[in-house]
Structure formats: C-alpha cells, structure tokens
C-alpha cells in the first residue's frame, strides 16, 4: 500500500493542535508527492499553528548520500529549502550534477551554505563538462571546500586548480581530477608533490570519446600517503612518487 501527499494531510488536519510531528517513511513513490517541500510549508502554515518548529522537523533525518542534478538554476534560495527538510549534518558524500544549459546564480553562497552544514561530508564528486567548469569561480569552490574531507573528484581546466584545491583538503585520501591535457597536468602534480613533502601514488586513465572530434581527456587518480604527526621531511630523500601509467594494448 502507497501513502500519497492527500492521505497525510487528511491524517494531519483532524490534529491541529499538533505540537510535535516526527515522520518516519520506509519507502515511498516520487509522484506520492511526500518530497515536496513547498506543499508541506503551506499546509503546516495553515493547518498546524501550533507546531514546534524551534526543533528542526527535517523530512528526511538520517540522509548519508545525497546527488544534486541541477539541469536549470542553481541558487541560493534552493539550497536554503533544502537545508531545511534534509538534515545536511548526517551527510557523508554529496554528488553535483551540473548540466551544460544549467544557470549557476551565487555558487559560493549556495556552496558555503552546502557545506557548512554537512559537518560529517567526507566525499564530494563534482560533474561537469568543461564549458560548466567555466562558469564557476575556483575560489569559490576552494574557500568553500570542507577541509576534512577524504575523497574528490572533479574536472578542472588547468593543473594550478587541481593544487589549489589539494591545498585545501589537506586530509584527502584520494583525488581523481578529469583534465584535458595529461601530459601537462603530470608535469605540474609531480612538481608540486616534490616542493610540498607530499606522499602519493598517481594513475593515468584514459577517457575513451564518441565523438572523433572531441578533445582528448584523461582521468588522473591520486592516492595519498597518511599523513603523521611528524613534521614533514621536504627533501629528496622523504619523498616518495609512485607513477603508475596507463598500459597500451597492442
């Protein structure tokens, strides 16, 4: 048996002096209208006054994986409704899908809205294509991205990006960074790991195109040594760079 939207409002409203309301939904379908936040705002307005909402009455309490795919704007005002029916603080990975016709409208308010309250977030994937990539501002990304996060992934136009933001999620495990030129972003990392002491096996792989005019892309995977306590020895003789590429079939 489905619960529909109708049958929880004709529930709820022989119960107008609710206080208190926790709903718990082991499964539901997408047109039962449950997810609609909106709906919910008005009819908690108007039939239920008199509940508590100095305590968050999230939708959706226990979310640990949530993807965004935003196919026409992204803004701030969508992510502060989110905010309020999924309790962001129980998130650990967090997917964004932004389509090529999508708007982006204040991406480093939304993003610092995002993260501030996934406390828990420990993996973000970020996809896009590259005209996407393009509209976005790398600070806002990097001044935003939580520093406590362990895996990354993401596109990005030139190698100085993929250090600025490896500079900031000083915790990562793993990075996997799509590029346009491997070659290029090889020579840039490797220096890069030299001058900062740090650790990390890095692979190449090869994005396979349907389109024979396309540019070629590869995808560059990034495993990190754990990091100690100990102060971190920069010479030559503390570093260690495992490069790992791609096999040719013959």
């Known amino acids: 048996m489905s619960i ?8 709820l409203s022989r119960l107008p ?13 997408p047109n039962s209208k449950l997810f609609d936040g909106s709906r919910w705002e008005k009819f908690i307005q108007t039939k239920l006054p ?10 959706f309490q226990n979310v640990t994986k949530l993807c965004l795919s935003i196919n026409q704007t992204w803004s701030v005002d969508l992510i502060k409704h989110l905010s309020t029916i999924v309790n962001l603080s129980c998130l650990k990975k967090l997917t964004l899908i932004l389509w090529s016709k999508s708007e982006i409208v204040s991406f480093h308010e939304g993003a610092k809205i995002l993260f501030n309250q996934s406390s828990n ?9 590259y005209n996407t990539v393009g509209k976005l501002f790398l600070t806002d990304i ?14 990005i136009l030139n190698p100085e990006h993929a250090t600025m933001i490896l500079e900031r999620a000083e915790y990562l495990s ?14 840039h990392i490797t220096r890069w790991l030299s001058q900062s002491g740090r650790e990390a096996t890095i692979q190449e792989e090869l994005v396979p195109h349907h389109c024979a005019t396309a540019p070629p892309t590869c995808k560059m995977y990034l495993w990190f040594e754990k990091r100690t306590n100990k102060q971190i020895d ?5 570093k260690r760079m495992k490069l790992m590429h791609p096999h040719n079939s013959s």
Not at 121 to 129: A, F, G, K, Q, V
């Open 174 to 187: 793993n990075a996997k960074f799509q590029v346009f030129n491997g070659y290029e972003f090889w020579s």
């Open 142 to 155: 990097v001044s935003n991205l939580p520093c406590h996060v362990k895996h990354l992934e993401t596109s």
């Open 4 to 11: 529909k939207m109708n049958d929880v409002e004709a529930l």
């Open 17 to 29: 002096a609710l206080k208190h309301l926790r709903l718990l939904f082991p499964s539901c379908e």
């Open 121 to 129: 977030l420990r993996s973000i994937e970020l996809m896009c294509d």
């Open 234 to 238: 920069t010479s030559a003789e503390g």
């Open 50 to 59: 008199l509940l508590d909402n100095s305590i968050p009455n999230y939708f």
